[in-house]
């Protein structure tokens, strides 16, 4: 793996003495403890290395993880030796994993679902949201949150009613919201900011059950969009083109503009090489100059219609010098890289740069920008 | 599964399709009788997908009924946005006129009139912009008609005052709508630093002009020619638009108007026919049949695009303009008469010199050719819509999907309706569409553009920049 | 005189045509058992040339919207259940 721009992951090899879980992660010795998890005290070189693992408090010695986190981070043990910093207040990005389980089966999942129970997550994942307390926004994914049902509007309660100044973004493929009274349930819940990133690839529903692996799921996502729409959800709209789906981007963008409401963005995002998408790269990937002239059509639909449009993953060098205002550094610190060649091109500070997953066959290389 | 739409024939046995939420196809008359006939079973794959994607068709019972709820979103959606309420303000300080143009006996006064009879009273400026500030949200627009609303610029400027201190200096524009034959170097110098444009009328090359706007001892067109020069060298290219009415002796020439336009150095071109109201039709210079306007409109693109393809710069025309983003451009709600629910008070609050308040500019052209009836919607100091019946009855009927005629009609999401013109030409707001001015010239406007867009790419392309520029 | 069998034009097709044809004639409309009787002012070719033309499009508009009558009334359902509520979230 290339080096990402953060780490995340820490090797800790006392750490497998540490029951697996979400911990709080302290450099200092609270006064209070925390409600929501369990503390872990964090010692790096010239702190007092000495381990107390009295009442609830477990301790473990890491230079490294001890110079990466901030005091209150929340990391996750996963009793094997290793502790992942799930929320950081140096990354650009957080996001809580809340299930692993989903009833679609992208063929470019990043994140392949898994069928086993694992409900224990969604009140760990609200649990470390809380003891964060960040005020920004925390990203929430799967699987497919919503698949919980009336426990996800238990979590949305607990979550705004204790971490009120932390805004959400839930990741959902929407398919729950075509029961309108679930969307509406969802929507007279909203207090503080939250969007919900709902995905659809194309105006088609054989184009689109093919892409996410699962028949209905196209009319279930589209009145799934006008039900949260209409109950006043906000909705970021997410389109990732592939080969299989470029006839589908304009036609796809205007379905948006007439028939859906209460949309706050629609994000075009390039393939990310990561899960089951570099499986299925050679018959997903497409270079976005084949479909550079979809993307400007997309872009002047939308910007006519004010709506916001914002082209995500790509590195500038890759789209044609009319669409650079529209792409946006988007990729997550920890999973970013530049390659070499990138050094001495001006516009790097400007560039959202690459994946760090995208090495050997999945690496599209930089390219000149005339 | 066939999903409902309505249809308009274009040329060559194509037909126009389009349905609720907003989607059009041009299609072949033969793939509308297999579907009548057959279904959609039997269509070629790529006609069938192609028209999945607009939602004239589902290709399953989860998707009709995915189909059924985005068809009625679409349609829910622009329902309330055509029901917004975000007017132009429309302010006429005086009806007096120093033109006589022959086209025009409706909304003017002889400049030696009373100002007393023609001229708003400046002490109510104040309660015009309250007005103004309690109905409306910023960015206000404001639009001084006439008359000449030049003859009072005192009033003008009174006004932008006013504006300026009560709805903030950033936060509104004025149009002033005027011959420009009064402007001088104090108003121009008055307007440079402030929010202000200039809307002025130019009816084609000086002959064809001067034939209709008539200034008696004066020339009209060498003084609009004048101002235009004027607005564009001292305020810039954006600070001024003219709008030309299609009067008989333009209908043969429209090369006059390219050639006016160039030596006016203007870009945007914006061609009506003559309206309806204003005793145009019963002077005898208005009448032509939509026929006649449509084949001058015709060459007049065809003349727009030979002159870019010759290296000239593009004109835009504005009529075709709109039309076109009505169907091309989801949300595109900009232009009062192409709107349902019409854009009628929605749209347009308008506040005479008399302090009486109108629905539209027609209703009060209308309420000067119809004394006995009122068509006010009350008076400055006492705005209430409410009171007056016929305002109900126009709102209530102002929305086309029920109107006999438009029911059918595949022009209808995109159309509008203009109660004012249905009174005026059939004595109630509905009115036999067959028969209404309204119908005829939108209507062919839609199909003429449509199936020129699809028939021939280099009138598409300029037409497509139009849209985008 | 024009005589349409009652079997191939419903009243609603020959009155949609009609009420289209205003403005290139005035016309009378007639009807015995089986048979509507159409007598137009101007009996010209063109005026005969229009009304077969809106004859045969409101045929094709009434075979193509028998094919949706029932998806329209769902829509119509639909419409307003979403403009109820789009007014009270607002």
């Known amino acids: ?370 | 599964m066939m999903l409902p739409f309505n249809l308009e024939p274009l040329s060559d046995s194509r037909y126009f399709i389009s349905n609720l939420a907003g989607f059009h196809r041009v299609v072949a008359r033969e793939t509308l009788e297999l579907l009548a006939e057959q279904g959609d079973g039997v269509l070629d794959a790529g006609i069938k997908q192609d028209l999945a994607r607009g939602l004239f068709l589902a290709d399953s019972s989860a998707g009709e009924e995915a189909g059924v709820a985005a068809l009625a979103s679409g349609y829910a959606r622009r329902l309330t946005r055509d029901l917004a309420f975000r007017p132009t303000f429309m302010i006429v300080p005086t009806l007096r006129c120093d033109h006589t143009c022959r086209y025009c006996q409706v909304s003017r006064a002889a400049l030696g009139a009373a100002h007393s009879d023609y001229d708003l009273d400046a002490r109510r400026i104040p309660q015009v912009i309250d007005l103004i500030a309690r109905l409306g949200t910023a960015p206000y627009k404001l639009e001084i008609q006439g008359g000449e609303p030049l003859v009072r610029f005192d009033l003008v400027q009174a006004i932008y005052d006013e504006a300026e201190a009560r709805l903030g200096a950033t936060d509104f524009e004025v149009v002033i709508t005027t011959s420009l034959s009064l402007l001088d170097d104090t108003i121009l110098d008055w307007a440079r630093g402030r929010r202000v444009v200039f809307s002025t009328s130019v009816d084609g090359t000086e002959v064809v002009h001067n034939r209709n706007r008539i200034l008696p001892g004066d020339n009209a067109y060498q003084r609009v020619k004048r101002g235009i020069r004027a607005i564009q060298r001292q305020l810039g290219p954006d600070r001024v638009a003219a709008v030309t009415t299609v009067t008989k002796d333009l209908l043969a020439h429209p090369e006059a108007l390219i050639e006016a336009s160039q030596e006016l150095g203007l870009t945007e071109l914006f061609v009506r026919p003559v309206s309806p109201y204003g005793f145009a039709q019963k002077s005898g210079t208005g009448t032509y049949s939509f026929d006649d306007y449509m084949a001058f409109y015709d060459r007049l693109l065809s003349l727009i695009i030979a002159h870019e393809a010759a290296g000239g710069q593009l004109l835009s025309e504005y009529s075709g303009k709109i039309h076109l983003q009505r169907v091309f451009q989801p949300d595109f709600n900009g232009y009062a008469d192409l709107k349902s629910p019409s854009g009628f008070l929605l749209d347009c609050v308008l506040i005479n010199y008399d302090g009486k308040v109108f629905g539209s500019d027609e209703a009060r052209m209308l309420q000067r050719v119809n004394p006995e009836l009122d068509l006010s919607c009350g008076t400055v100091d006492h705005f209430d819509p409410a009171a007056n019946p016929v305002y109900h009855k126009i709102l209530k009927e102002s929305l086309n999907a029920v109107h006999p005629g438009c029911e059918q009609c595949a022009y209808q999401p995109f159309c509008g309706t203009d109660p004012c013109q249905g009174i005026s030409e059939q004595g109630e707001p509905v009115g036999d569409k067959s028969r209404s001015a309204f119908c005829q010239y939108h209507k062919r406007m839609f199909s003429y553009l449509i199936d020129r867009y699809y028939r021939d790419p280099e009138a598409r392309s300029v037409m497509e920049s139009w849209c985008h520029a | 005189m024009r005589y349409l069998d009652k079997e191939r034009y419903s009243e609603w097709v020959v009155r949609q045509a009609l009420y289209w044809l205003t403005p290139t004639t005035r016309w009378r409309l007639d009807e015995t058992e089986n048979q509507w009787a159409v007598a137009l002012d101007d009996d010209s070719y063109s005026a005969q040339a229009e009304l077969d033309r809106l004859l045969n499009d409101f045929l094709l508009r009434e075979r193509i919207g028998r094919r949706t009558e029932t998806t329209r009334s769902a829509i119509a359902d639909a419409v307003i259940r979403s403009i109820q509520q789009r007014l009270s979230e607002s």
């Open chain 1, 1 to 370: 793996m290339r080096e990402a721009i953060r780490q995340d992951v820490f090797a800790v090899p006392e750490a497998n003495l540490v029951p697996a879980g979400c911990w709080v992660l302290r450099k200092t010795l609270p006064t209070t403890p925390d409600t929501w998890l369990n503390t872990l005290l964090v010692t790096g070189n010239g702190t007092d290395a000495s381990s107390s693992n009295a009442g609830d408090i477990c301790t473990i010695h890491s230079p490294e993880l001890f110079d990466s986190i901030e005091d209150g981070d929340v990391g996750l043990v996963n009793g094997r030796g290793s502790v992942r910093v799930i929320l950081s207040r140096r990354a650009n990005h957080n996001t809580v994993l809340v299930t692993e389980r989903c009833d679609n089966r992208c063929l470019f999942c990043s994140q392949p679902p898994k069928d086993r129970n694992d409900d224990e997550l969604l009140m760990q994942a609200a649990a470390a949201i809380i003891s964060f307390a960040g005020n920004d926004v925390i990203g929430v994914s799967g699987g497919e949150p919503l698949l919980y049902g009336d426990a996800f509007l238990r979590f949305l309660e607990i979550v705004q009613t204790h971490a009120p100044e932390t805004g959400l973004h839930v990741l959902s493929n929407g398919r729950a919201f075509a029961d309108r009274y679930f969307a509406r349930a969802v929507a007279e819940r909203l207090e503080s900011p939250v969007v919900f990133g709902i995905p659809l690839y194309a105006a088609l529903a054989e184009v689109h059950d093919t892409l996410v692996g699962a028949a209905g799921a196209h009319a279930d996502t589209v009145r799934g969009l006008i039900n949260a729409g209409n109950a006043g959800i906000p909705i970021e709209l997410r389109i990732i083109p592939t080969q299989k789906n470029l006839q589908e981007l304009v036609p796809l963008l205007e379905l948006a503009l007439r028939c859906f409401s209460g949309l706050q963005q629609v994000s075009v995002m390039n393939l990310e090489p990561t899960g089951w998408a570099r499986a299925n790269w050679g018959q997903l990937y497409c270079d976005p100059s084949l479909y550079a002239d979809q993307l400007t059509s997309m872009v002047r639909q939308a910007e006519a219609a004010g709506l916001p449009i914002a082209l995500f993953n790509y590195p500038l060098c890759h789209l044609p010098d009319t669409l650079h205002p529209w792409a946006v550094q988007s990729i997550s610190d920890w999973k970013n890289y530049y390659p070499d060649t990138c050094s001495g091109c001006t516009m790097r500070p400007e560039c959202g740069g690459f994946f760090s997953s995208s090495q050997g066959q999945f690496h599209q290389s930089p390219r000149i920008i005339s």
